[in-house]
């Protein structure tokens, strides 16, 4: 069964919807949990605590984790070479042994 989604792709999809998911997460833990104190994103600046502001508050804290970490994994995998696969033992012991045929001339 063949796909057209691919590698990037599909990460980067898989990014969207965890942080869709955290968004809701934080919107209906608003509507569960009765006094919760305003979070401050990157400690500095302060979210109201209602429900749009703990979804946005969750939505923008998991996007900026994931994504530094994604793009940390995207830059060191650019920057990578592939290292060589190794050889097959059984062919490095082939080519080690010395040829057999000699030129009778």
Same mark, same amino acid.
């Given at each position: 069964?063949? *796909?057209?989604?691919?590698?990037?792709?599909?990460?980067?999809?898989?990014?969207?919807?965890?942080?869709?998911?955290?968004?809701?997460?934080?919107?209906l833990a608003?509507?569960?949990?009765?006094?919760?104190?305003?979070?401050?994103?990157?400690?500095?600046?302060?979210?109201?605590?209602?429900?749009?502001?703990?979804?946005?508050?969750?939505?923008? %804290?998991?996007?900026?984790?994931?994504?530094?970490?994604?793009?940390?994994? %995207?830059?060191?995998?650019?920057?990578?070479?592939?290292?060589?696969? %190794?050889?097959?033992?059984? *062919?490095?012991?082939?080519?080690?042994?010395?040829?057999?045929?000699?030129?009778?001339?």
């Open positions: 069964m063949a *796909t057209n989604v691919g590698g990037r792709r599909l990460v980067v999809a898989l990014y969207g919807v965890i942080v869709c998911f955290t968004g809701v997460a934080g919107y608003a509507g569960v949990v009765g006094e919760i104190e305003p979070p401050r994103f990157l400690f500095l600046i302060p979210f109201p605590a209602t429900r749009l502001g703990l979804a946005a508050y969750g939505a923008l %804290t998991i996007a900026l984790i994931l994504g530094v970490l994604l793009i940390a994994v %995207t830059v060191v995998a650019d920057r990578v070479d592939d290292v060589e696969p %190794t050889r097959n033992r059984s *062919t490095e012991a082939e080519e080690s042994t010395p040829a057999t045929e000699e030129n009778d001339e």
